[in-house]
């Protein structure tokens, strides 16, 4: 209520927040921009060859593959912002698209690929249907059920390890295509992910399952009293969110070409910062898809430079890990969201 | 009354912002006397309460205990100064067992035991949990503790409330003793039976002040419903003939001796379409439990529900709202989404059903929802969010939600409360409406004076059963009052 009665006498930075809350976007894109142009001024020429006198105004090179390591993060944001919206999370996005890797690497050569890729998917909505029924019937809560399966699903895939250690691993062509592959210089994950953003975008918007994200997020009493069953809506979003998870992995396997069992995992705490930094509240309520991709591609930029630092891979590990939590906490902080 | 009292609270204001909950309060209580506070639902007892036990502090106002000027910064401190509160639900740690509570307020054990036998209560151990006692008990072992701290001044709120008849008796007595012995007493209650069987004098509020003291005596309680009251203005009856004929045929919502335990005792009565069936009741007398039952919000403990004829069972709101019976709640905080849209807000029940998870049926929505907003002539000036309105648009959203989806039976539960005049205004002609066209309305108001405004007659609910039923044309202010207060004899259902 005491919203009603703001006057002009706030201060810049409480203004700013508000902005940046009401049209996150905006903000977002200037800052990735300005880190971009931080990027430039460290390493001259990365960004724009022409300063170093080679050719192009913009190197491809280096826009395809801050765009081709982002897609997987933003897919799996796509996760965090979904189940947040509901004041949910999904902590076990990482550990089900490894197995889905894993499992579509081991298989592919022995079942055949479309049935691996099937299998895979299957993996990934059998997670998330578990992670339903916690949440939306037994009514755990998400952080402990999702970190639960997520255990669970890793002790799996060990397991299976053991009898799949002989019959070795093939990733599926068109994967490493759309992993690997380049388009006019733009990585092919594109026409992958292109229509997942639009879709996700779509469904937030335009569908009454969109609609009960929100609201079972706001007020979730409000939701019931309409008549709305919240377990339905739950089981649905966290089967929906082990899917996407389950795809993301699979576009994983065909860029790393590597499956291991920790594959996708060091990806949670990124997806989780790409939501939180692309506006949407871990509280629920509030929250943007294409927040989180511009989310993700920030963090692909700090990435780039902690690694232009040449830093040992323990202190670069580290410092990612402080600079996402000053972000998140910094832009928490200036928007008053929580 | 010669010596000093032993509580004198004068000129006592507390405002929330522009909400001026409480303007000039007082209470004295002698040594030695029990004092009812009394007042009706909106009067400002509770914040009163809460400012003489330190729960709140007061704008201006002197509170002194004994002589000594009380700073009523804490409950810590109001004990210390030596008023000690009792309320209806206890103040007893349910993790903890007897003596653990009785440790954490360093409460004499042997006084405590000698008072919960005083009270009649048998067979309870110091290493019982306090979660696995009756909440009977609970408000006994309440009471016994606070006896027990041996208190200047004892504030019972509101605890004989669905406290079995013998136990009644049980806590009147002692506390009758305990006066008899030098206590003082402030004694919180609507029950005038209690009040005229133990107090010697009731303080009434009224909007916030202290408006009379008197004595209790044969005839007090007449004396008492007006002061509550005030003078009002009449505001003149409403023709309710055309509703007096519709009432024949099957009911469309017929409530059959419904309980849900332990407020909500027995209450039945029979809504016909056509009708604004009003309910009239105190704070706590069972109406939450009954429109949460209704609603599909909770489980009846007895009796059944008849829809059209057919019996019903809802455990689900969806189940209630799939048999017509839309639910507005008294706290609008509970049914909006905050941060969503006015339009989202009324659409909310379109998409609950899976069937409707697709995509948006974006023109059929937008007739529906205008359709609401221009009927309730909502102001969406401020389209962004429902949190940005004011109280009265945003009651007219919640109510707007099940004009868009088409009304059958609303249960309207106190929809004026705090909202500006102009929308009330607005509200109960569109009441009357929705009835002449067909619709059923359960209306609970705390107002006494909306149940000639928009009701056709109302059923007075007192200790969690029907005590009478009134039509409008006789529903003044003071027969709903002496009603609400179990004053007239007339028992029976509607």
Known sequence: MSMADDTGTDSALVRFGRLLRDNPIIPLIAFLLLLIVVLEVMRPGIVMPIRAGRDGLISTFWLGNLIKFAIPLAMLAACQVLTMLTAGIDLSVGVVATVSAFVCATLSSTLGVPEAVLVSLACGLSVGLVNGFGVGIVRVHPLIMTLGTGLIATGCLQVYQRFTINSGTLIPGFLEWLGTGRTMGMPNGLYLFIPFAAFILWLMRFTGFGRLLFALGSNERAAKLSGVKSWQVLMALYALSGLIAALAGLLYLGMIRAPSLNLANPLLLPSVAAAVIGGTSIFGGRGSFAGAIVGALILRVLDTMLTLMQMPEGARTALFGLIILAVTALYVRITGTR | ?494
């Open chain 2, 1 to 494: 009354m010669t010596d000093t009292p032993l509580l004198d609270a004068t000129g006592v204001a507390k405002s929330y912002g522009a909400v001026k909950a409480l303007t000039d309060a007082s209470l004295t209580v002698a040594r030695g006397e029990v004092v009812a506070l009394m007042g009706a639902n909106g009067a400002g007892k509770s914040t009163f309460v809460k400012i003489l036990t330190g729960a709140l502090k007061p704008d201006t106002g002197r509170i002194v205990i004994d002589g000594r000027e009380a700073r009523m910064g804490s409950p810590a401190q109001a004990r210390r100064s030596g008023l000690v509160p009792v309320y209806q639900e206890p103040s007893l740690i349910p993790d903890l067992d007897v003596r653990d509570n009785l440790r954490l307020g360093d409460t004499p054990v042997e006084p405590f035991r000698q008072w919960v036998e005083d009270l009649g209560i048998k067979g309870i151990r110091l290493s019982d949990m306090i979660g696995d006692l009756p909440l009977a008990t609970l408000r006994i072992l309440d009471l016994a503790r606070a006896l027990a701290a041996e208190p200047d001044v004892l504030l019972l709120d509101e605890m004989t409330a669905a406290l079995p008849t013998d136990l009644v008796e049980r806590v009147l007595k002692v506390v009758r003793d305990r006066a008899d012995a030098g206590m003082g007493v402030i004694y919180v209650s609507h029950r005038f039976t209690e009040i005229s069987q133990l107090c010697d004098r009731a303080s009434v509020l009224r909007d916030g002040r202290t408006v009379g003291d008197l004595k209790i005596e044969p005839g007090v309680e007449d004396r008492a419903v007006e002061l509550m009251l005030g003078e009002k203005i009449s505001l003149g009856a409403r023709e309710s003939a055309a509703a007096l004929a519709a009432r024949s045929g099957t009911p469309r919502l017929s409530v059959k001796s419904l309980a849900a335990a332990p407020k909500l005792q027995d209450v039945s009565f029979d809504l016909h379409a056509g009708e604004v069936l009003g309910v009239v009741a105190l704070e706590g007398q069972g109406q939450d439990e009954l429109f949460d039952v209704l609603a599909g919000f909770r489980k009846p403990t007895g009796g059944t529900i008849e829809v059209e004829g057919r019996p019903a069972r809802f455990a689900h709101p969806s189940e209630a709202i799939a048999a017509g019976l839309t639910y507005v709640p008294g706290n609008r905080s509970e049914a909006l989404l905050a941060q969503r849209s006015v339009r989202e807000n009324i659409a909310l029940p379109f998409s609950a059903h899976p069937r409707t998870w697709g995509p948006l049926k974006m023109r059929t929505e937008r007739e529906r929802v205008d359709y609401a907003i221009e009927k309730l002539q909502i102001d969406t000036r401020a389209q962004g969010e429902v949190q940005r309105l004011s109280g009265g648009n945003q009651q007219k959203v919640t109510i707007g939600r099940w004009l868009a989806t088409g009304v059958e039976t609303l249960l309207l539960f106190d929809p004026t409360r705090g909202i500006d005049v102009r929308t009330k205004r607005q509200i109960y002609p569109l009441v009357r409406e929705l009835a002449e066209k067909g619709a059923a309305v359960l209306f609970y108001t705390s107002e006494l004076a909306e149940v000639r405004l928009a009701c056709d007659r109302a059923v007075v609910i007192f200790n969690g059963r029907v005590v009478d039923v009134i039509d409008a044309a006789d529903a003044d202010e003071p027969t709903l009052m002496r009603a609400a207060y179990g004053l007239t004899g007339r028992e029976g259902a509607a």
